[in-house]
Nanobody, 126 residues
Framework: QVQLVESGGGLVQAGGSLRLSCAVSGRTFSRYTMGWFRQAPGKEREFVGDISWSGGRTRYADSVKGRFTISRDNAKNTLYLQMNGLKAEDTAVYYC???????????????????WGQGTQVTVSS
């Protein structure tokens, strides 16, 4: 059974930084694209970014491009999201997610991902 567990969320002032982690178990982590999504109160869950199985390709939503960086350590089965220059509008629950198939680059939408973590809250005070 696939398990994804996020950590690292918290309260930070605008302009600050946080690093989220996502520990993955139950599958061959190194063969799967991994994604980050977020959901703010009253809004739909949205794509933040993703990283290919080898880490050679990353993709970001325009709203976070240049501020957020996704990386992975395949030896540790862990995904990361480094968030710099945080803004109040980045406040949300952040989720890591995995698609159903290996060696796949899914479209950046919620419906293409099957496995989800429980989420971690990020709150940015202005």
């Amino acid at each position: 059974q696939v398990q994804l567990v996020e950590s690292g969320g918290g309260l930070v002032q605008a302009g600050g930084s946080l690093r989220l982690s996502c520990a993955v178990s139950g599958r061959t982590f190194s063969r799967y694209t991994m994604g980050w999504f977020r959901q703010a109160p009253g809004k739909e869950r949205e794509f933040v970014g993703d990283i290919s199985w080898s880490g050679g390709r990353t993709r970001y939503a325009d709203s976070v491009k240049g501020r957020f960086t996704i990386s992975r350590d395949n030896a540790k089965n862990t995904l990361y999201l480094q968030m710099n220059g945080l803004k109040a509008e980045d406040t949300a629950v952040y989720y890591c997610a995995a698609p159903p198939l290996m060696l796949q680059l899914p479209p950046p939408v919620v419906s293409e991902y099957r496995y989800w973590g429980q989420g971690t809250q990020v709150t940015v005070s202005s």
